[in-house]
């Protein structure tokens, strides 16, 4: 990191330690709010990955494994592992997929739904009271960072990534790159190595239609 001794204050060198700042604390602030959310999952046979599973459904409707892989930002094979779970557990079942036959479609049950709802509530309850102080501009600020964080840094991770997929949307997909398939084909990795860990589950809901 550059010094930034004698530079004014608010120059690029002042904005770049404080991205360093934000991007240093994301891992110890996702470690962090996984555990919160495996305390308060511990009584319901759930993980911080089916809770951010569930979510990911509840938001954006019935999705494949890849699909949800995709949102989610992590391999297929540990979001696999959650669908199984939550079907076991009676949260998700799967449903045919007109687009895809060989990969289905996966979506919340009654069950699920309701579920991820008492969660939800409860979370939205905690937030409000812990956070109560907290401006709302102050969170579109943050949520403005992250975004901007996640574009600039999404290509250099997964430029491979990006290539195939260029090459698959002009029909040229192989078996082991179909959607129905089980290959290997990674979004992308992290800097750990550790490509099931549970995915930050989101904690802010304001109530969403669709369900």
Request: proline share 7%; aromatic share 2%.
């Amino acid at each position: 990191m550059r010094d930034t001794e004698g530079e004014g204050a608010g120059g690029p060198a002042a904005t770049e330690d404080l991205l360093y700042d934000v991007i240093r604390r994301l891992w110890p602030l996702h470690r962090t709010v996984v555990r919160a959310v495996e305390r308060e999952l511990a009584d319901t046979g759930m993980t911080a990955g089916e809770h951010a599973l569930l979510d990911a459904l509840r938001t954006e409707g019935p999705r494949t494994v890849p699909q949800l892989a995709r949102s989610m930002g992590l391999d297929r094979q540990p979001v696999q592992r959650w669908v199984n779970h939550a079907a076991e557990l009676g949260l998700v079942v799967t449903a045919p997929n007109p687009a895809h036959r060989r990969s289905p479609l996966i979506r919340l049950t009654g069950e699920g739904t309701a579920a991820i709802r008492g969660v939800q509530q409860f979370e939205a309850t905690e937030l409000r009271q812990r956070l109560a102080d907290l401006p709302a501009e102050d969170v579109r600020t943050a949520l403005h960072v992250l975004d901007r964080l996640g574009e600039e840094f999404r290509h250099p991770a997964n430029g491979s990534r990006v290539q195939r997929e260029e090459t698959d949307s002009q029909g040229s997909r192989d078996s082991r790159g179909s959607e129905g398939s089980n290959g290997s084909n990674r979004r992308h990795g992290n800097a750990e190595g550790h490509d099931d860990r549970p995915a930050p589950p989101p904690l802010m809901h304001k109530g969403r239609s669709g369900e």
